[in-house]
C-alpha cells in the first residue's frame, strides 16, 4: 500500500474543529498552543468557540486550517507511531501545501502559522473587498476545457482565469467581478451550474499579484529545507524536494492555478498512490480523490476515531 497525506485548504474550516483531538490528545493541545504562540493570538479559543465570521476571515481560516491538520500529524506520530515518512508523498491544496510542507518537516510549525497569518492579510489587501469575484463551475458536463472557454469570455470585460481545476465536475474560476459575472453567463450556456462563492478576495488569479509579492519576501527570509516526504506541487501537478524550488513555487501559487485534478491523477498514477489519507478539518479531498482516483481509497483524518482507526488498518 502506497499512502499519501493530503491536506485540505480554505473552505473546510468549522467552529468546534480540533476541539475533540485537543480533548483526547496531549500532543493536539501543543500544536494548538505552538500556533497561539506564534501569533500571539488566541486562535485555538476561536477555533473552538467562535463567532464564525471571524473565523472565516482569511486571516484566521489559513492557520487555524493548518494548526488542525498538523495536530493530526503529530498525533498520528507522537500517540500512533505513525510518521510522515510512511506516506510516499504529501500535496496540499492551496494553503494545504503549507500544512503539507510543515508535516513533513520542511518548514517549522512556528514560521508556517506565521506565514499563513500574512498570506491571508496580504490576499485580502491586494484587491479592495467587491471588486474581486470567485464563482464553482460544476455539473456532469463541467470540465477544464468548459471552464477555460467561460474564463476566456469574462477575460473581453478584465482579469478572469481557471483558479482551482478540482476535478471534472468542479472548477473555479476567478478574477475581476464583471468579469467573472460575464463568465457565469457564458458557463450556464455551455450547460455548467455556476455557484458564486462568498469569498473575501479573487484567490488564485493575476489580481493577487501584491499579495505575491509580499509572500516572496516573506519566504525569502523562512528557513526551508528538504521534506520528508516529496511534495507534489500545486503549480506543477508533480513532486518536488529542493527547498528553492519550493520557495519559488509557493510565491508562484498565490496567482497561479491549483492543479488539483491533475495532481491526483499523478499522484494515482506515475506516483503509485493507491490510498489517499486526508488530514484536517473535512473531508472534501477524500471526496474528490474518490471522484478522481476511483481505484483508490481515500480516507478523512480528523477525530480520534478516525486516526484509531486508520492506525489499526495499517
Request: charged fraction near 20%; aromatic fraction near 4%; charge should be negative.
Amino acid at each position: 500500500m502506497s499512502i499519501a497525506f493530503i491536506f485540505p485548504g480554505q473552505g473546510s474550516q468549522a467552529v468546534g474543529m480540533g476541539t475533540d483531538l485537543a480533548e483526547a490528545f496531549a500532543a493536539a493541545r501543543e500544536v494548538f498552543q505552538e500556533v497561539d504562540d506564534a501569533l500571539g493570538q488566541k486562535l485555538f479559543a476561536l477555533m473552538k468557540e467562535g463567532p464564525e465570521s471571524d473565523l472565516t476571515l482569511t486571516e484566521n481560516a489559513q492557520p487555524a486550517l493548518m494548526a488542525v491538520s498538523l495536530a493530526v500529524s503529530r498525533v498520528l506520530e507522537k500517540e500512533f507511531g505513525i510518521g510522515i515518512d510512511r506516506a510516499a508523498f504529501v500535496a496540499g491544496h492551496s494553503l494545504g501545501e503549507y500544512s503539507a510542507l510543515a508535516a513533513a518537516g520542511a518548514i517549522t510549525l512556528a514560521d508556517t502559522a506565521r506565514l499563513l497569518k500574512l498570506r491571508g492579510q496580504a490576499m485580502q489587501r491586494a484587491v479592495p473587498v467587491g471588486e474581486g469575484a470567485m464563482a464553482s463551475l460544476i455539473g456532469p458536463k463541467t470540465d477544464l476545457a468548459l471552464a477555460e472557454a467561460a474564463a476566456a469570455a469574462g477575460s473581453e470585460v478584465g482579469v478572469c482565469v481557471v483558479a482551482n481545476d478540482n476535478n471534472n465536475g468542479n472548477v473555479v474560476i476567478s478574477g475581476d467581478k464583471a468579469a467573472v459575472d460575464k463568465a457565469i453567463e457564458k458557463a450556464k450556456e455551455l450547460g455548467a451550474r455556476a455557484i458564486p462563492l462568498n469569498v473575501s478576495a479573487p484567490f488564485h488569479c493575476p489580481l493577487m499579484q501584491p499579495a505575491a509579492d509580499e509572500m516572496a519576501e516573506a519566504l525569502a527570509g523562512t528557513t526551508i529545507v528538504s521534506p520528508r516526504a516529496p511534495l507534489v506541487a500545486n503549480i506543477t501537478a508533480g513532486p518536488v524536494h529542493d527547498p528553492d524550488i519550493i520557495r519559488g513555487l509557493l510565491v508562484e501559487q498565490v496567482t497561479g492555478r491549483v492543479r488539483w485534478r491533475e495532481s491526483m491523477i499523478w499522484l494515482a498514477g506515475e506516483g503509485g498512490v493507491t490510498r489517499f489519507a486526508e488530514a484536517g478539518a473535512g473531508k472534501v479531498l477524500s471526496g474528490m480523490a474518490k471522484r478522481i482516483a476511483p481505484d483508490s481509497e481515500a480516507t478523512p483524518l480528523n477525530s480520534p476515531a478516525d486516526l484509531e482507526a486508520f492506525a489499526k488498518s495499517l
